[in-house]
Every structure is written in structure tokens, then in C-alpha cells.
């Protein structure tokens, strides 16, 4: 694992690109929450994100807020 002067982090890579670059395998996120794919540049969140409902064995993504996509097993 590597952290940058700038801050960037990097899992199998020394010269990581962004915030958060994982090189060379499978990432996994454990929660419960959702995940949050973009932000704008005031720092704000988006309402752009995945959420996984294990209940119902399923998973959506939101734009805006709003259920664009909906994936059943």
C-alpha cells in the first residue's frame, strides 16, 4: 500500500492515479449503507450511488435520487 504527498492511496500499485486506485484484483465493499459513486466539486454528495438489498436479493442504482436501474437475481 502506498499514500502520496497528494493523498492518494494505492493497493497494488506505487503510483496511484486518484483518490482510491486498487490495481490487480477484486475490490469488496462490505455494508450496509449505500455506495456513492460521484460528487460534485463543492464536496457535496451525489445522489448518484448502488444499493445492494440482500433482503430481496437485488440491486438498483440511483441518478438524482431516483431508481434508474433495478437488478434481480
Not at 11 to 23: F, H, Q
Not at 59 to 68: A, F, L, Q
Amino acid at each position: 500500500m502506498r499514500i502520496t504527498d497528494d493523498g492518494n492511496v494505492g493497493i497494488g500499485t506505487t503510483a496511484p492515479g486518484a483518490k482510491l486506485d486498487v490495481a490487480g484484483g477484486d475490490m469488496a465493499l462490505q455494508t450496509t449503507r449505500k455506495v456513492i459513486l460521484d460528487s460534485n466539486d463543492s464536496g457535496d454528495v451525489s445522489n448518484t450511488y448502488l444499493v445492494h438489498d440482500s433482503t430481496n436479493d437485488r440491486v438498483s442504482i440511483y441518478v438524482d435520487g431516483i431508481e434508474m436501474v433495478r437488478i434481480n437475481k
